[in-house]
């Protein structure tokens, strides 16, 4: 359940990460989007998974090791064990998880947070808005 003033903890969680560089295992898009998840609820969806990669190869390995079918598939999975209802991307309200394209040909897809007609997803230097409109899946955070 979020807390009541997740609205201004959002904020503050876009704010405190806008221009930190993107740093596997320390503010990769799992682990910030999680983040904000846990800021937002007081519940740690990653918490079974934090410290165990270092590198876009652990990354993978461990993608790899949670769910075989891939990290679209491992984020599904995790969702649904906390919860987390999936929610067509258009019904994605602020501060509900989402999985945006990334741009990047080795690694198609990145957890973000919905902020309203845009996502937030961690970049190479800083937070990258995303238009709503290209997520492909989206989880409520109630």
Not at 120 to 130: D, K, P
Request: hydrophobic share 50%; proline share 6%; charged share 20%.
């Amino acid at each position: 359940m979020r807390v009541l003033d997740w609205p201004e903890r959002l904020a503050a969680c876009i704010e405190a990460a806008h221009d930190v560089p993107f740093a596997w295992g320390s503010h990769d898009c799992v682990l910030w989007a999680c983040d904000v998840v846990k800021e937002l609820t007081g519940t740690d969806p990653a918490e079974r998974f934090r410290g165990q990669c270092d590198s876009a190869f652990s990354a993978i390995r461990l993608v790899q090791e949670i769910h075989p079918d891939g990290f679209e598939a491992m984020i599904r999975m995790l969702a649904a064990e906390q919860g987390y209802s999936e929610i067509p991307p258009a019904f994605a309200q602020r501060g509900d998880l989402v999985l945006c394209p990334s741009g990047l040909e080795s690694w198609p897809h990145a957890l973000g947070i919905c902020i309203g007609i845009h996502a937030m997803m961690t970049g190479i230097s800083g937070l990258v808005r995303v238009s709503m409109t290209a997520v492909v899946a989206a989880w409520r955070i109630v």
